[in-house]
């Protein structure tokens, strides 16, 4: 390894290797804002190497602004492949037998080009470690799917959704709490499959603390609640009146007012027997959480415990959450 191997600004090394690269270019990176992907669209297009991208398309970083639709068009339109992996989050830039990891996204700020860069480590591969990277982003390629215009379009639609929240400004540090950002990216991904709730809690904790061993969920003695195993379910905390939390669903529900009785009165436990146990997706103070009616729909309509929502609501409400954290 060289003196030079390590590196806190990527964007230098990153295009000279390109630009003098004699073999295939194959780069990851969960995020790509247009004007990266439009200058490694020009490399690209000037290239006789063949190139690939691995990306995590999902509509929360589409509607964000980490993830540009029209760049991965411009870099599709240079003849970069482009397949998309949901558990993606390395980033990793390989030309022929160099090799950067790196900790910074295809971003201004990730290469270090931002007026405010963020704080970036980079590490130069050697030969060896270039043909090890291959062969394991190989494999992830292999099990990802292709984008083409159609994945395109429906992520686009998806992302027109999430956008009924205004979104925070990119260039104004809302990526450096990556890990958040990825996790809403799940949840909205997950949500497509699963049922979405809205569901009133007791409780005054600010911030909530989903963390603990088996956290639980009480619904009412009326009826057993019909939260299903894998269900997602947007906290609204009554005392609080804001919707500050999303948890999963991880077991059906269970006529248990013992256990409740051991957190709350006696009373409620009588009144909210039946339990879920959940974990917490994410979950913030109330200072950033979003109330109801920025929903579009009011506490009462919580009256009886728990609602179902809409996609769009859905997806609202983990946008505020994870734009309001960063």
Not at 18 to 33: A, F, N, R, W
Not at 73 to 80: F, K, P, Q, T
Not at 99 to 121: D, M, V, Y
Request: hydrophobic share 45%.
């Amino acid at each position: 390894m060289t003196s030079d191997a390590i590196l806190t600004n990527a964007h230098a090394a990153l295009f000279k290797m390109l630009h003098q690269c004699e073999g295939d270019v194959m780069l990851t990176s969960p995020y790509i804002t247009y004007p990266v992907a439009r200058d490694l669209a020009k490399v690209a297009k000037a290239s006789t190497s063949p190139w690939s991208l691995l990306t995590k398309l999902d509509p929360v970083a589409v509607a964000s602004g980490f993830l540009s639709l029209a760049g991965l068009r411009e870099l599709l339109d240079a003849g970069v492949i482009v397949r998309t992996s949901p558990s993606l989050h390395a980033k990793v830039y390989l030309a022929g037998h160099n090799g950067l990891s790196s900790s910074g996204n295809l971003t201004k700020r990730g290469l270090g080009t931002a007026a405010h860069p963020n704080q970036e480590f980079t590490v130069r591969l050697a030969p060896t470690q270039v043909d090890e990277a291959r062969t394991i982003i190989g494999e992830w390629w292999d099990g990802a799917a292709v984008v083409d215009d159609a994945l395109l379009a429906a992520t686009d639609s998806d992302a027109r959704k999430v956008r009924s929240v205004p979104a925070p400004d990119p260039d104004e540090g809302a990526d450096e709490d990556e890990d958040t950002i990825v996790e809403a990216a799940a949840l909205l991904a997950e949500a497509r499959g699963v049922n979405l709730w809205a569901k009133a809690v007791y409780g005054d904790e600010d911030p909530p603390d989903w963390s603990g061993d088996e956290p639980w969920i009480a619904s009412s003695k009326r009826g057993k609640p019909s939260f299903a195993i894998g269900d997602l379910v947007l906290i609204y905390a009554r005392d609080l009146h804001l919707c500050n939390a999303v948890v999963e669903v991880t077991e059906n529900a269970i006529w248990a007012p013992d256990v409740i009785a051991q957190d709350r009165p006696q009373e409620d436990a009588e009144r909210w027997p039946w339990l879920n146990y959940v974990r917490g997706r994410l979950w913030v103070a109330s200072e950033h959480g979003i109330t109801p009616s920025d929903l579009g729909f009011t506490p009462q309509g919580l009256q009886g415990g728990h609602r179902r929502l809409e996609l769009a609501e859905f997806a609202a409400a983990v946008r505020h959450l994870a734009g309001e954290t960063v």
